[in-house]
């Protein structure tokens, strides 16, 4: 499985920016993004699931909204509301059904600054 993730930026506080990742393979199970800041440990952010159930960090709910596209094997990562501490590198994962493997896409830098 092989993940190719676009978007990304600089963005002001308050700003919008959107995230998406598509995968290669099949029998994908979940997908999502986690991301990670210098300094800090990597955190899941979102996950949607193959039933349509979707998960998020409890510090963006309300802001971040993801949505999949089972049938292309895509995942987006819609971001409002952005706050400084969204800043980090975001890498785009998934899972297969019946595997405990991650896979995950190259990081791509979200930065909220004035």
């Known amino acids: 499985v092989q993940l190719q993730a676009s978007g990304g930026g600089l963005v002001q506080p308050g700003g919008s920016l959107r995230l998406s990742c598509a995968a290669s393979?099949?029998?994908?199970?979940?997908m999502g993004w986690f991301r990670q800041a210098p300094g800090k440990q990597r955190e899941l952010v979102a996950t949607a699931f193959s039933n349509g159930n979707t998960d998020y960090l409890d510090s963006v709910k309300g802001r971040f909204t993801i949505s999949r596209d089972s049938a292309k094997n895509t995942v987006t990562l819609q971001m409002n509301s952005l706050k400084r501490e969204d800043t980090a590198a975001y890498y785009c994962?998934?899972?297969?059904?019946?595997?405990?493997?991650?896979?995950y896409g190259q990081g791509t830098q979200v930065t909220v600054s004035s």
């Open positions: 393979g099949s029998n994908i199970n979940r």
């Open positions: 994962y998934c899972d297969v059904h019946g595997s405990v493997r991650l896979y």
